[in-house]
């Protein structure tokens, strides 16, 4: 499976963005898939996860502000941000993997996922 995440970019405090992972390879509908973020000097923390039954989980942090989604006709999952803050500031990378996991935690574990995409840059100013 190859991931390419995209629709970072530059935005005001409170203002909205929307990335997309588009996944190539067969079986797209059964990978969970994650979000998570890299800050400079901080390491790689959660941010939203989608399994392939559609169960969604989010970091504190994001909660009512992102949401997950995906569209396995398009073989793509979403990050909907909305009000976002500068301390969203960050490269987002989209994983997947293939792996059912029976406790949600797992889905929040960077080690959990197989499958990396490149990361795209999310700038928020104040």
């Known amino acids: 499976v190859q991931l390419q995440a995209s629709g970072g970019g530059l935005v005001q405090a409170g203002g909205s963005l929307r990335l997309s992972c588009a996944a190539s390879g067969p079986s797209f509908s059964t990978y969970a898939m994650g979000w998570f973020r890299q800050a400079p000097g901080k390491e790689r923390e959660f941010v939203a996860a989608?399994?392939?039954?559609?169960?969604?989980y989010y970091a504190d942090s994001v909660k009512g502000r992102f949401t997950i989604s995906r569209d396995n006709a398009k073989n793509t999952v979403y990050l909907q941000m909305n009000s976002l803050k500068p301390e969203d500031t960050a490269v987002y990378y989209c994983?997947?993997?293939?792996?059912?996991?029976?406790?949600?935690?797992?889905?929040?574990?960077?080690?959990?996922?197989?499958?990396w995409g490149q990361g795209t840059q999310v700038t928020v100013s104040s």
């Open positions: 989608i399994s392939r039954l559609t169960s969604t």
């Open positions: 994983a997947a993997t293939g792996t059912y996991y029976g406790r949600s935690y797992s889905y929040m574990t960077p080690g959990s996922y197989d499958y």
